[in-house]
């Protein structure tokens, strides 16, 4: 069973940085592609990053530049650095994985998901 924990989340002003983690129970992260989406109140999950087996990685328009996603294998963590933070990022934050490795960018593209984490952008 696939078990994935984020963590990280908190306030943070307008410009600053936050770094989320992620801790998956699986037998090897490689074998799967791993993608960071965000939900905010009101309105529907969206992709923002994924990282896949040879490390291919894409992002969203919204946050390219500003976010980067990374992984550590041994650790069996994916990362999400967030800079230059805008309200607009606020969300709740939820990391996930596909056996597949399709590195889709729909929430249906992923099997399993983490339990989220807030980060709250203040102006």
């Known amino acids: 069973q696939v078990q994935l924990v984020e963590s990280g989340g908190g306030w943070v002003q307008a410009g600053g940085s936050l770094r989320l983690s992620c801790a998956a129970s699986?037998?090897?992260?490689?074998?799967?592609?791993m993608a960071w989406f965000r939900q905010a109140p009101g309105k529907e999950r969206e992709f923002v990053a994924v990282i896949n087996w040879n490390s291919f990685r894409n992002y969203a328009d919204s946050v390219k530049g500003r976010f980067t996603i990374s992984r550590d294998l041994a650790k069996k963590m994916v990362y999400l650095q967030m800079n230059s933070l805008k309200p607009e990022d606020t969300a709740v934050y939820y990391c996930?994985?596909?056996?597949?490795?399709?590195?889709?960018?729909?929430?249906?593209?992923?099997?399993?998901w983490g339990q989220g984490t807030q980060v709250f952008v203040s102006s």
């Open positions: 699986v037998r090897a992260l490689s074998d799967y592609s």
């Open positions: 996930s994985a596909d056996p597949r490795q399709r590195n889709g960018v729909r929430p249906i593209d992923y099997d399993y």
